[in-house]
């Protein structure tokens, strides 16, 4: 065989879910790591970030974008593990450990404001006027969808659990083309989340992570975009 096409051949299903785990552990501790920073310099770095209130911007944010990169992950280790093309794997491979790193981040915010985790109830309450936000922009950003901002049951561009049993079905192009199709969707229907926070959270060390979520994902939302044209597929209407 020649060696150039054995580059390009894909790891075998143990190496590649060896590596998975290997970059699933690094992410974890980098991100709780990153998060308990604060904590573990002292007062003085506990100052910087006061303890906003249960129903504020900052709160909401930290507690819905959990679950919403939560499920990117999964959907990320799905394409990592099963897809053959590098493409594919690069960017769930960068998917998985930027937001399993911000993950860490916000549940270590959230638990030294003592605060769940996550909450029982309706997602995206916290966008509204009524939240406690120190900035009253509201979601001035153009690209800002107010249709929808909570109560919500749902929140936008998440997969159904009928998305995700058959991207775990999926082979070959087919789990290719339904990751970038479903992926693309969850950026796309987090930005507006993430819009708002970067506007309206108290915190600045949260609007930072916000608009630092909306740059990488909007810039990955292009790629996944312009992937999805190479393979002659189309993104999913937003749900």
């Known amino acids: 065989m020649d060696s150039s ?52 911007v900052d709160v909401g944010f930290a507690q819905d974008m959990s679950v919403h990169h939560s499920q990117a992950v999964d959907m990320a280790s799905i394409a990592l593990t099963k897809s053959t093309d590098n493409d594919v794997r690069t960017l769930a491979f960068d998917i998985l450990t930027t937001q399993q790193n911000q993950l860490g981040q916000m549940q ?14 309706p997602y995206m309450e916290w966008m509204s006027s009524d939240s406690g936000s ?27 659990p009928e998305d995700l049993a058959a991207l775990r079905a999926a082979e070959g192009l087919q789990l290719d083309t339904l990751f970038l199709q479903l992926m693309l969707r ?10 708002y926070a970067a506007a309206d959270a108290t915190e600045g060390p949260v609007r ?32």
């Open 5 to 56: 096409q054995s580059i390009d051949q894909p790891s075998k299903p143990s190496q590649r879910t060896a590596l998975l785990i290997i970059g699933l552990i690094g992410a974890i501790a980098v991100g709780f790591a990153l998060g308990a920073l604060t904590n573990l310099l002292g007062p003085d770095a506990k100052s910087s970030l006061t303890v906003p209130a249960s129903d504020s």
């Open 108 to 121: 270590a915010w959230l638990t030294m404001w003592d605060q769940p985790l996550s909450k029982v109830g």
């Open 134 to 160: 120190g900035h009253g922009s509201h979601g001035t950003s153009a690209t800002m969808d107010m249709s929808h901002s909570g109560p919500v049951d749902t929140m936008p561009g998440m997969a159904s």
């Open 186 to 195: 969850h950026h796309e229907g987090g930005l507006p989340m993430m819009e």
């Open 208 to 239: 930072s992570l916000a608009q630092t979520m909306v740059n990488t994902q909007q810039s990955e939302s292009k790629l996944m975009t312009d992937m999805l044209a190479a393979r002659g597929a189309v993104p999913l209407p937003m749900n």
